[in-house]
């Protein structure tokens, strides 16, 4: 092809079949990465935890955590319950120290 001379048809034609397949590829990865996150993200969310959980008198949560066979209420008292997830009873008390 000689300078300042336009491209065939033929290169033209090829251009725009595989700007289109490129495209096509790029939207269907996007929503595989989209779908597969929504589906991870929905399975992490669930959790069995008790209806009501028993604090002391006169403490109020203010914060939550939970492990694998274990979850924790930090209350406004500065201390951290430790309860059971199976049988939902007090397993741990720790004070936290003041600063």
């Known amino acids: 092809m000689d300078e ?8 033209v ?10 495209t ?18 929905s399975e992490m969310g669930r959790t069995e935890l008790p209806d009501t959980i028993a604090l002391p008198d006169g403490t109020r949560a203010t914060a939550f955590t939970q492990g694998d066979n274990w979850f924790a209420v930090v209350t ?8 059971s997830r199976v049988t939902g009873n007090l ?4 004070q936290v120290a003041p600063d």
Request: glycine letters at 8%; aromatic letters at 10%; proline letters at 2%.
């Open 76 to 83: 406004d008292t500065d201390e951290i319950l430790i309860y």
């Open 91 to 94: 397993r741990q008390r720790i």
């Open 4 to 11: 300042g001379q336009a491209p065939g048809e033929g290169t």
């Open 13 to 22: 034609k090829y251009l725009k079949v595989l700007v289109t397949v490129l």
């Open 24 to 41: 096509v590829t790029m939207i269907l990865g996007f929503l595989t990465i989209v779908t597969l996150f929504v589906m991870r993200f």
